[in-house]
């Protein structure tokens, strides 16, 4: 007879019953942890995106509606503030996603570089669609009510493909948010429309932000 009578066949003294099962699911946590660390290195950093964004529209667009709620014109430095402030956020959105997913392969860094090179050519396509207006004879109010309203357009649907690209429904919201921003900011005129392109524009991507901080801080607490 076996002097081991109080230990199940097949099991080792000393082993706690499922322990083995309690081992397994760890080192799967530790896997799905390690591959979350490593996709968020890979893709762009929507904190920094939104900060960006809503920076340069908060300035930009609160320095034309301060320039022109009497009804006047904007001074010559606040469009050239907003112009500064909209190309400086679209290279950085531009570069920062290319970098971010370069370390990807195959259609994921497809994926990535072309979402980059989506915002250069949205804005490009914009700035001859104005050019257009202008030789067909648009004023300067239509033309600014249509730059406001198209900018805001492209950044919305950006968004929106950024979300799809990228599943993050945080972007995808945005865009939302912003295609209806830019509804708004077309039908009220001047010189509304640049405060609705400041509050409900820039306001929008520094409080999407400061949500996905929050949202992203917290699942870096439960990591741990």
Do not use: K
């Amino acid at each position: 007879m076996s002097a081991d009578h109080g230990t199940p066949s097949g099991t080792s003294s000393g082993a706690e019953p499922g322990g083995d099962a309690f081992d397994a699911a760890a080192r799967l946590r530790m896997i799905d942890d390690q591959q979350a660390r490593t996709r968020s290195g890979l893709e762009p950093d929507s904190r920094l995106l939104y900060l960006a964004w809503g920076a340069a529209w908060l300035v930009g667009y609160l320095a034309m509606w301060l320039t022109s709620r009497d009804g006047g014109q904007p001074a010559a430095w606040a469009g050239w503030t907003l112009a500064a402030a909209i190309v400086a956020a679209m290279v950085f959105t531009m570069v920062h996603s290319i970098r971010r997913t370069a370390g990807m392969r195959g259609t994921s860094a497809r994926a990535g570089a072309m979402y980059g090179w989506g915002w250069m050519l949205g804005f490009l396509t914009m700035w001859a669609i104005l050019n257009g207006l202008i030789r067909a004879g648009a004023g300067d109010e239509m033309i600014a009510v249509a730059a406001n309203g198209i900018a805001c357009l492209i950044v919305g649907l950006m968004y929106l493909g950024g979300g799809m690209v990228f599943q993050d429904n945080g972007l995808y919201a945005l865009g939302v948010w912003m295609l209806v921003t830019a509804a708004v900011a077309t039908l009220v005129g001047l010189p509304g429309t640049n405060l609705v392109m400041a509050l409900l524009g820039g306001g929008g991507f520094l409080a999407m932000g400061a949500v996905t901080a929050v949202v992203q801080a917290r699942r870096q607490v439960g990591h741990d």
